[in-house]
C-alpha cells in the first residue's frame, strides 16, 4: 500500500541523552578495530598459520578511505606482541671468496655488541700490535735470531773464500753481486799486462778453475737464499708467536661471549687467523700518516674485521611490522653503496643497506598494491624471495639480466615474513586471474566492509574514535554528547541507511577535525550538534559549485524541468551525478509518446547510442510489463518512443524504467500527471518497484530545485518501499515534509505509484482481462484496442 512516509521515517537520530559522559575526554580512547570482524577474522588465520612455504601471506581489499592501512598496522602491532623478537643480521667480510659477504644471525641486541666488540679489538690492534712488534723483549728474540742467521752466512762467505783461494781466486763483494779475481803464486792477483802475457794452456786452466768457482758460488748464492727464506720465515714465526699471544685472550674471550652461535665462532676462528697471517700488512696500516682524505688504493686492511649491523632489533619488543610506503627495488631488498673516489668507484661489505625485507623478517611487512605494482621488478622479486626463502641483495640490474660493473654479491639471508598487500577488490581479481604465483602465495583474502551495523556499540565506538583523535592531535576540542550524535548521524548519511554506519573513518576524521575548527574559531570550549552541522554545510558547500550551476540553469529555463501543473506522457525522473568526492541528484524531464504503429517501444537513448546496458535493459522490461496488463485479448500493436530530454551524455542503469512506464502509461492514457511529483525506482515484468542506489540524493536534488523555484505543497517524490530504510535525509528536508511543504511517498508497485501521479485508480482486471471504467488502465486498454483496430484497417 502506498503511503506517504513521515518525518521521523525519513531520518534516524542518534539521542545523545544515552551517551553517559560530559565531554568525550572522560571516554577511554578507541584502540582496536570496529566493524570489521570478518576483515580481522581472516587476518588473524593469515598471519597465525605458519608454513615453511610462505603461502600464507594476506591481501587486504576494501576501498579507500577506510583506514585499512592504519587498522592493518594496529592489529599487527598487538599481534606483533605476543611473537619472539627476531635476530639482529648483519654482514661480515668472507675470508675465503671476499666478494660474497656472509651474514651472522644473533639474538636481538647481540649484533650491535659484536660490533663494538670488534671496533674494540680494531682499536687494541691499533694501539698494542706496534707496541709488541718494537718491545725489547721481541726485538731480542729478533736479533738473536738474526744473528744466528747472519753468523751463518758468514760461514757460507768464509768456506766460499776458503774454497777460492784453494783454486787460486781472490773473491771481492760488491753491492751488484761478486767478482772473481786470479791470483798469482804468491797471493797478488794478476795485472792485465800479466794475465795477458801468460800461456794459453795457463789461461785455459785459470778459465776451468773460474767456472768451478762460478759454480760453488751459484751453490753458494742458493744455499744464501734458503738461509734468507728461513731467517724470514722463523722472523714471520717469531711475528705471528708474538701476535698470536696477543689475541689470543681477546678472542678466547669472544668465542666465550658468543658461545653456540655457529656462524659467529667461524667468522671469529678466520678474523683471528687473518690477522695473524697478516700482520705485516696490519703493522705497515699503522706506520702509513692517516690522510684528511680517502684516496684509491688505500684501503683499511683492518676493515674486514669489522662487523656491518644491517638490522639492529635491540629496541624491538615482539616481532617487528614494518610498513613501506615506497616499494622500489632497492627499498625492499637493500642495496650495496659505493663511494666514488678520484673516479674510482670502490666498495665493500660495510656498504650493504637492508631493506624492508630484512627489517619485517621474523615479523610482518606491509605493502600498497597500487604502490608496490608500479615497480614490475620489485613485484617479481617479492615473489621469488616468497619461493624461494631467501632473501637476495642484487643490483636491478642483474636482476633484469642487464650488463653491470662486477661487484659484491652478498650471501642470501633465510627468510621467515608474512606480508600484507593493501589494494582494491580490482587488482586483487586482476593478480588473481592474470597472475599464477598471486593464489599460490597470497591465500588469504581480508576484505574490509564500507558500513557496520547501527547499534549502540557502534555508536560508543564512535565516540572513542574522535576521543582517539584527540589523543594523537591535542589541538582538537572535546566533542560533547550532541556532538558525537552528530557525527554518528553523519556516519549514517555516508552509509546511505538507517541500520548501517559507514566505516570509511578518513571522513569522519576529517569532520571531527573542521567541526573542532568552526568550535574554536567561536570560541566554544567542546564540539556542539551546531558545529558539526556547520562542518558538513560548509564541506558540501566546497564541492557543490556544478550541482548549483544545474539549478541556476533550471531555475533559468536552460534545463526545461516542470515543477507545477500536470501532463501527459511526462514525468520527472531523478538521476544522480557522481563526482568521485562529491554526488548530487538532479530531476531529468522524461517523455513519451505513443502512436500507430508496429515498431513496440523504442528507446530514443539507446537508437542514440548513449544508453548504457542496464538502461536499455529497464526499457526492455516495459514492453514484458505491459503485454502482461494489457495484452490478454489481443497482441501490443503500437509505436512507441521513450526519451530523456535535454541529456547529452550516457544514460546508465534501470533506476528510471519506473518513470519511463508512468510516462508511457500517460501518453496511452491521455491522463496527465503531476509535474512537481518526481519518480526513481526499477520495475520488473510484473511491476513491482525495486529499491535502487543514491535514494537520498535524488531527493535533495529535487527539494533543492522544488525549493529554488518555490516549494507549493504539492511536490514531492515517489521510491520504492524498499528504499525506506535507506533514508537519511537533511534536517531542511524533514523540516518541509513536517510542515507539509513537501512528500514522499513509499510504493511497492505500478498500480500505486500511477494513481499518487494521476489521482485516477489504476484498476483492477476482471475475469476476462478487461478494466472497470474510471481508472486509468480502462483508459490504456481502449486506447491500445484502436490502435489495433487502426492497424487492422490499413491492413485491409
Avoid at 668507484?345 to 608500479?374: E, K
Wanted: with cysteine.
Amino acid at each position: 500500500m502506498a503511503r506517504a512516509l513521515k518525518p521521523d521515517e525519513l531520518r534516524r537520530h542518534c539521542d545523545p541523552g544515552r551517551f553517559r559522559f560530559s565531554t568525550t575526554d572522560e571516554l577511554e580512547p578507541l584502540e582496536g578495530i570496529i566493524g570489521q570482524e570478518r576483515a580481522l577474522e581472516a587476518l588473524r588465520v593469515g598471519l597465525k598459520i605458519k608454513d615453511p612455504r610462505n603461502r600464507y601471506n594476506v591481501f587486504v581489499t576494501g576501498e579507500a578511505g577506510l583506514g585499512k592501512t592504519s587498522a592493518v598496522a594496529h592489529f599487527l602491532r598487538e599481534l606483533s606482541r605476543q611473537q619472539p623478537t627476531p635476530p639482529d643480521v648483519c654482514y661480515v667480510h668472507n675470508f675465503q671468496v671476499p666478494h660474497r659477504p656472509r651474514y651472522l644471525m644473533l639474538p636481538a641486541g647481540k649484533g650491535r655488541e659484536l660490533k663494538e666488540d670488534m671496533d674494540r679489538c680494531i682499536d687494541f690492534l691499533r694501539r698494542e700490535l706496534g707496541k709488541v712488534l718494537e718491545s725489547e723483549d721481541f726485538k731480542a728474540q729478533a736479533k738473536e735470531e738474526r744473528e744466528r742467521f747472519v753468523a751463518r752466512r758468514e760461514e757460507l762467505f768464509q768456506e766460499l773464500e776458503e774454497r777460492a783461494r784453494r783454486l787460486g781466486f781472490a773473491i771481492q763483494r760488491t753491492p751488484v753481486g761478486i767478482n772473481t779475481v786470479p791470483l798469482k803464486p804468491d797471493g797478488t792477483p794478476y795485472s792485465q799486462e800479466e794475465y795477458e802475457a801468460l800461456q794459453e794452456e795457463e789461461r785455459e786452466a785459470i778459465l776451468r778453475r773460474q767456472e768451478e768457482l762460478q759454480e760453488a758460488i751459484r751453490e753458494a748464492f742458493q744455499k744464501l737464499g734458503e738461509l734468507e727464506e728461513r731467517w724470514q720465515e722463523a722472523r714471520r714465526h717469531l711475528t705471528k708467536k708474538a701476535v698470536q699471544f696477543l689475541i689470543e685472550p681477546r678472542f678466547a674471550q669472544l668465542k666465550r661471549k658468543y658461545a653456540g652461535i655457529d656462524r659467529v665462532q667461524e667468522f671469529l676462528e678466520e678474523a683471528q687467523a687473518d690477522i695473524v697471517q697478516n700482520v705485516e700488512d696490519l703493522q705497515a696500516a699503522n706506520k702509513k700518516p692517516a690522510l684528511p682524505i680517502p684516496v684509491p688504493g688505500g684501503a683499511d686492511p683492518y676493515q674486514r674485521y669489522r662487523v656491518n649491523v644491517i638490522v639492529d632489533n635491540s629496541g624491538l619488543e615482539g616481532a617487528p611490522v614494518v610498513v613501506e610506503e615506497n616499494a622500489t627495488y632497492t627499498n625492499l631488498f637493500g642495496t650495496v653503496e659505493r663511494r666514488v673516489q678520484f673516479g674510482v668507484v670502490t666498495t665493500d661489505f660495510t656498504q650493504i643497506r637492508a631493506g624492508s625485507l630484512h627489517r619485517a623478517n621474523g615479523g610482518y611487512l606491509v605493502l600498497s598494491a597500487s604502490n608496490l605494482l608500479r615497480f614490475s621488478i620489485s613485484w617479481e622479486g617479492l615473489k621469488i624471495a616468497l619461493k624461494t626463502g631467501e632473501i637476495r641483495i642484487e643490483d636491478p640490474a642483474q636482476m633484469l639480466g642487464l650488463a653491470s660493473t662486477e661487484g659484491l654479491r652478498p650471501e642470501p639471508i633465510p627468510l621467515d615474513v608474512k606480508v600484507v598487500i593493501i589494494g582494491s577488490p580490482y587488482l586483487y581479481y586482476l593478480l588473481h586471474y592474470y597472475d599464477e604465483d598471486f593464489p599460490k602465495l597470497f591465500t588469504v583474502r581480508s576484505d574490509f566492509d564500507t558500513e557496520m551495523d547501527w547499534t549502540e556499540e557502534a555508536e560508543e565506538a564512535i565516540a572513542r574514535f574522535i576521543r582517539a583523535r584527540r589523543v594523537e592531535d591535542p589541538g582538537i576540542l572535546p566533542f560533547s554528547p550532541s556532538g558525537v550524535a552528530k557525527v554518528v548521524e553523519y556516519a549514517g548519511e555516508l552509509a546511505g541507511s538507517q541500520r548501517k554506519l559507514s566505516t570509511r573513518f578518513a571522513s569522519l576524521a576529517a569532520l571531527v577535525r573542521e567541526a573542532s575548527f568552526w568550535a574554536r574559531e567561536e570560541g566554544a570550549q567542546s564540539v556542539e550538534a551546531r558545529h558539526v552541522r556547520t562542518a558538513i554545510e560548509k564541506g558540501r558547500s566546497r564541492h557543490a559549485l556544478l550541482a548549483e550551476k544545474v539549478r541556476e540553469r533550471i531555475a533559468r529555463g536552460k534545463l526545461i524541468v516542470d515543477m507545477s501543473g500536470a501532463k501527459v506522457g511526462q514525468v520527472n525522473g531523478l538521476a544522480v551525478i557522481d563526482l568521485g568526492d562529491f554526488a548530487f541528484g538532479k530531476p531529468s524531464r522524461i517523455t513519451a509518446n505513443v502512436f500507430a504503429g508496429k515498431d513496440g517501444v523504442v528507446d530514443i537513448e539507446r537508437e542514440a547510442k548513449l544508453s548504457g546496458k542496464l538502461h536499455t535493459k529497464g526499457v526492455m522490461i516495459l514492453k514484458g510489463y505491459l503485454g502482461e496488463k494489457f495484452a490478454a485479448q489481443g497482441p501490443l500493436s503500437l509505436s512507441a518512443s521513450i526519451a530523456f530530454e535535454q541529456s547529452y551524455s550516457l544514460v546508465e542503469g534501470d533506476s528510471a524504467s519506473a518513470a519511463e512506464l508512468f510516462a508511457l502509461l500517460s501518453s496511452l492514457s491521455g491522463v496527465p500527471l503531476k509535474q512537481g511529483i518526481a519518480v526513481t525506482g526499477s520495475v520488473d515484468q510484473k511491476g513491482r518497484l525495486q529499491p535502487v542506489g543514491g535514494v537520498n540524493e535524488k531527493i535533495e536534488g529535487h527539494f533543492l530545485v522544488c525549493k529554488e523555484l518555490g516549494l507549493t505543497g504539492e511536490q514531492g517524490v515517489i521510491i520504492p518501499e524498499g528504499n525506506v530504510d535507506d533514508l537519511m535525509l537533511p534536517e531542511e528536508v524533514l523540516e518541509a515534509v513536517r510542515e507539509g511543504r513537501f512528500h514522499i511517498w513509499a510504493v511497492g508497485t505500478v498500480e500505486e505509484g500511477i494513481q499518487i501521479l494521476s489521482g485516477m485508480p489504476a484498476g483492477t482486471p476482471d475475469e476476462e482481462g478487461n478494466y472497470p471504467e474510471g481508472t486509468l488502465f480502462h483508459l490504456v486498454q481502449r486506447r491500445l484496442e484502436e490502435l489495433r483496430e487502426h492497424l487492422k484497417a490499413e491492413e485491409e
